[in-house]
């Protein structure tokens, strides 16, 4: 018996030389990759490199070019498809959310067990989803009688994690993540990196897709790193360093530490002044020109709706806003990359009334360098990208923009490590160039590049933090602390 | 050659000029080539009035589902009349009636806008219940009586230079005028992007209100000016002049390659599906069908070019 | 006596002149008639949208309000029968007209519209002897009168062999739509001699002749005012002949009078035939003279008048 | 904060039902007489087929599609209805199910190849009405005994017509909104995306969703002739419109599956009271078509004072 056939005798999942094309794009070039059963594979690379497309076949909603797929002892590669996958116990949380949002949370539970029907059937999804919440994300506070679409994105995140994890009458023998914990806060992000671990020690595989590295680093038993649509390197998770792993996924090594740069010096203008509306006792916020004012606390405790009220009450076109949900509130789906770009500041792009084509052309192919968009041509359509790349196009709409003030909603969602230090880079030089930054982020370390912060709860400010006081520590304390 | 084809098959408007051709073509063929050149100048002179009103349709339908004009024939109804009876069949009252028209238009435009954004009340109901206010005004005004166009207006309307009505070649003008519109100015950027996303060009900077307004108006002055032009053309306005207008100018605008889900206008795809209705009526006109074979025809037809051209359009 | 009594005017459609016409008839003879005290009330309604569901509705409403009689201008001669029904149970006099009802409870006041077909093939014959091609302009398929003008047309074609129909349209009754339905078809025609009507195309009719360069052909009139300027014009300027034919929107007012009889317990048969309105060279002028601008040809009628037609006169 | 967001939801949905307490109210007001048995009987009966077309349209509605061909199809089932089905059932019957299938067809079609569905039930419009007009070429038939009677009946305490409407929200709410095949129907409508993920197919919904609407837009067509005894190939043309407005009344909206049977049979309840307010309120000729209107624009107005206060989604 060969090496090889021992190892997929004793594996969950095993993908042989997948390939998969997009028209010119190769987003998988021959993959190989194993899973054990009840072990956690961590996979990592850089916005494009191939990694949601490889869930996809795993997950059967995308059909390979080439490649074979064995599920246990059992060769798929021929007969599969999403329900196939299902019935063989593979659970996916897609990176773009697949819940209905007019249905009820028990409702989407549903839609994913096909035992549940028959009288009663309502009453058993209900359980079945509260469970699960409450057992990886306690203290949710979501209502299962909601309907998805009036929860706001952490939270749907959090019920289509929960809703992976529950068991009727098929299996439960692989879950994939991918990038789980773009939407979650620092503390429900734990949650559910704890409740993996206890998962996986009860046996089943889990697959994690995530930017973090350290979460990466921390919970994962293997690492894979893909780049161009290949796995270039796939070791124990001990045996990578946070260097190590940059370095495998080719990304410019990560500079000496940010925070450490000097406070620079901030002009004294004001640029805006604003109060929550949605609640009565609270602090006052504030922006200075050339400032970065991060606003933190738990997700889905208004700072979103912090950041819109700000917009609308700006005047016209000062304000440009780089949204997180880039689903819902960012990408214009049928156009071109190009022309998600420029949208923004098409009113410079003319001469009289009419655009210039041209303008908007150099302008696209600026920002496709200055922020690496990664694509052939700037007028594919903007769904070709890779969830992170589309989220550097909204990046670049908004810093094209004119705007003195950028308002991001929580923007490096889904962005890798490369592009977010280069962003980063970007947002501190406009700031020195005199444009204000206010900066919802659910990640406390990208706190460290503000100058400020606001930390939000219940729809009030309840505590400014000055950037030397920005420690994970003090943001949590915080976010949790009662109002004094 | 091949890879011109290739690149007009990508083109969503070409099905309708194909349909439209294959439709002549079977038409000469039954009439044995006799009247080629002058079916194909009436159809000219017809279609413009479709093409007019499917234009501001277009624009309408184009930011987003469940955006739609159902207003359009009673405007065009009220603009005739208020054009003719204003005018009262003197040239020199020809400007003040046309603008008269024009005002009563505006007004609708205003009324539907505010129906929609005030009250909130979804667009396609929105616009059904103004029509049935906007008839209601054409009936008190007008009293049902047909008032003859002055002669100038008449004219305009009907003079053809060298077989190709003179209306048509206004209407191409206004035609590149839109698609310039809708390619290279601001408005029309913005049109398309609340088409596909309205929230997401909201945040993006863009003016979503006044954006959605503007076309609702435009809607309605674009129906104002078929209702002008075509009292001209017919010799008076009558209260039903709108009625066939409803279904053609939705259909004109669909079949044309514009998107129902909104985000997506075609200019040239009216001209073809215009033509190409107005044909194909012709064609079973010509082949005598009775009443209910052609009503079959149509639908067969107007189902099998969608289902032929619109196969790898992109839908959402 | 019907002082105490009061009638209802059912009407489905209000989107063209000759409805219009109708109306004002109606409002006219019976404002008068309200104001002599002869009847009580005499309210007109009319539905949104052309439909038998709409006007059944309406109908209904109508007994509820307790209406005495109530007049009937169908939207269809069948499908009204149920709701009719219903009303001639609850004791109410139904007199229908021009769009008739077939229910056997109600009256009817009946144009024979085959005739209507007819006669314009008898007058053509006598026009042009050697006969010719013609081209027919239909209304709104799967109407009922369109059905009847048109087999009243077909009949005439049987009868004077000599005329062959070379195209049919529908017009839908729609100046603008019969005028874009005849350009179309006209470049794929021969000659065409005549063109046979069901009322209101033939100026638009004439227009589309005009555009496409043809001779004029003998085109049958439907009694509109432009349709009679536009003949007097060619009359006067080359000695144009034709005839025109319609029903009098009058014919509202003489289904109020009959209505009123009944309800005055005078024996009315059920079912009533008026003459329709045929306009020829020679009344040109006057008929013109007496038609509003913009208007239809038109007779009211009086009581005594319909007195007349319900002697039989 | 949740308990507040229930509130108005619960409003929200109580809504269509306050629109109709008003309408209604108003409606006794301006006509004490229609406040009885036999009132309500008589106002509602029609509200019954425009009901089931609404149910109809619903379905459609539900996978973001929309149908402009329902009205159209109730026309012909109801020719149908009165031709074949009264004179050879089976081959009425058969026809009937051959209907349902085109409506599945029609579904098949759309989805496989993509189509936009206003464009292909357009299309399908013309079909249904050019296969009444051959059947029918102009009005008539009977309708079937069983049909009429059924139509007819009198049952104690409660109008059979609000009996009817009850039943058929209720069983479609059971179908649509509480089976658990139900939710695959209606997330089908919120996200296709995920449903394909999650293995089902989009195919077979939406051809379920269609034959459904096939369905009730046979049962629409079958009531109505039972109620005019006899049909006519445009009988319910506006039926479309109609029906898009009763689903919208009701609290439906156009994308993302979000819908109520419960409020569209109301909706299609106010829309056919709204109608007979206003021939109650004898309004002048002119303007009753403009008061319909009026009327539509009022009852939505009403879901705009209420929402005001809700934030923006
Ligand atoms: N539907 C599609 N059509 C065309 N190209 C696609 C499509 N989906 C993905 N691609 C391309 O395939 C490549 C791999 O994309 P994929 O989404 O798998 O990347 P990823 O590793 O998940 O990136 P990210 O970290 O940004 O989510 C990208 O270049 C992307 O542009
Ligand atoms: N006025 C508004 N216009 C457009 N979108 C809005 C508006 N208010 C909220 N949203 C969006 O609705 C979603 C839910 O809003 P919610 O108010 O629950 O979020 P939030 O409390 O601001 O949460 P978070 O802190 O996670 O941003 C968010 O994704 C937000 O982007
Ligand atoms: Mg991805
Ligand atoms: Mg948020």
Known sequence: MTGLMSDILESAVTLTAIEKSFGAVRALAGVDLLLKPGECLGLVGHNGAGKSTLMHVLAGTLKPDQGRLVIGTQDVSRQYSASNASAHGIRCVFQELSLCPNLTLAENVRIVHRALKGIGWKAKARRLIGEKLDEIFPGHGIDVDQEAGDLNIGQRQMAEIARAFTVTDEPLRVVILDEPTSSLDAVTARQLLTFMRQEVARGTSTILISHLLGDVLDYCDRIAVMKDGKVVAEKEAQNFTRHSLVAAMGATAEKAGPGTTARRRISSALTIEATPLTATQTGKLSVRKGEIVGLAGLAGHGQTRMLIQIFDGARKHSAAFIAGDRQSDGVFNLWSIGENVTVSALRHLRKGPLIRPEHEHNMARNWKQRIGIRTPDMNNNILTLSGGNQQKALFARALGSKADIVLMDDPMRGVDIGTKLEVYEMIRAEAEAGRSFVWYTTEIDELKHCDRAYIFRNGAIVAELQGDELSEDKVLHASFAESA | MTNIWTKLRAQPWIWSFIAMIAVWLATIAFTGGQGAGEILTAALSFATFTIIIGLGQMMVITTGPGNVDLSIPATITLAGVVATKVMDTDNARLLIGILAALGASFVVGLFNYGLIRLLRIPPIIATLSSSFLILSTAISYGRGIRIKPPPMLADFATTRILGVPLLAIFVLALSIGIALLIKRTLYGRTVLAIGQNPRAARLAGLNVDLTRFATYLLSALLAGVTGIVLSGFSGGAALNMGEGFLLASIAVVVIGGTSVAGGRANVPGIWGAALFIYLLDTMLNTFGASAGIRLIMTGVIIIAVITIAGGDRQQR | ?313 | MTALALNRKTLRALLPLASLALVLAATFYAQPRTMSYFGLNLMLQYAVPIALATIAQMFIITVNDLDLSIGPFVGLVGCIGATYLHDTPVLGILALLLCIGAYAAMAALIHLRNLPSIVVTLGASFIWLGIAVMILPSPGGKAPDWLKAIMSLQVPLIPFPIIAALLIALLVHIGLMTSSYGVIMRGTGGNPRAMARAGWSELKTKMVMYGLAGFFGVLSGLSLIGLTTSADAHIADRYTLYAIAGVILGGGEFVGGRVSPFGAVIGALTLALAGSFLIFMRISPDWQIGAQGAILIIVLALRALISAGEARR
């Open chain 3, 1 to 313: 006596d019907t002082k105490d009594k009061k009638i209802a005017l059912s009407n489905n459609y209000a989107g063209n002149s000759w409805r219009q016409s109708m109306l004002k008839s109606w409002d006219k003879v019976t404002k008068q008639a309200v104001a002599d005290g002869i009847v009580a009330a005499a309210d007109p309604f009319t539905t949104s949208e052309n439909q038998v569901t709409e006007q059944a509705a309406q109908i209904q409403n109508l007994i509820l309000q307790g209406y005495n009689a109530i007049v009937l201008n169908a939207a269809s001669p069948d499908a009204l029968n149920g709701v009719v029904k219903q009303a001639c149970d609850a004791g109410i006099i139904v007199v229908s007209f021009d769009g008739i009802v077939t229910e056997p409870c109600a009256w009817r006041i009946a144009v024979d519209f085959k005739k209507m077909g007819a006669v314009q093939l008898d007058y053509l014959s006598e026009k042009m002897k050697d006969g010719g091609n013609l081209l027919e302009i239909r209304g709104l398929a799967g109407v009922f009168v369109d059905d009847e003008i048109h087999k009243g047309i077909e009949e005439g074609v049987g009868k004077h062999t000599q005329f062959k129909i070379v195209g049919s349209v529908h017009g839908d009754w729609a100046q603008e739509v019969a005028q874009k339905a005849v350009a179309g078809i006209l470049p794929s025609l021969p000659e065409v001699k005549g063109v046979v009507t069901q009322g209101g195309d033939g100026y638009g009719a004439a227009q589309a002749f005009k555009a496409a360069g043809r001779p004029t052909p003998l085109i049958i009139m439907g009694n509109r005012q432009d349709e009679l300027a536009w003949w007097k014009e060619q009359k006067d300027a080359n000695g144009y002949e034709t005839m025109s034919v319609s029903i009098a929107p009058g014919v509202s007012t003489l289904a109020f009078w009959v209505a009123q009889m009944i309800l005055d317990g005078k024996e009315v048969p059920k079912d009533l035939v008026v003459p329709f309105l045929q306009i020829n060279q020679a009344d040109l002028e006057k008929s013109l003279e007496t038609t509003e601008k913009g208007g239809v040809a038109n007779v009211e009628y009086s009581k005594a008048d319909a007195e007349k037609v319900v002697a039989g006169k």
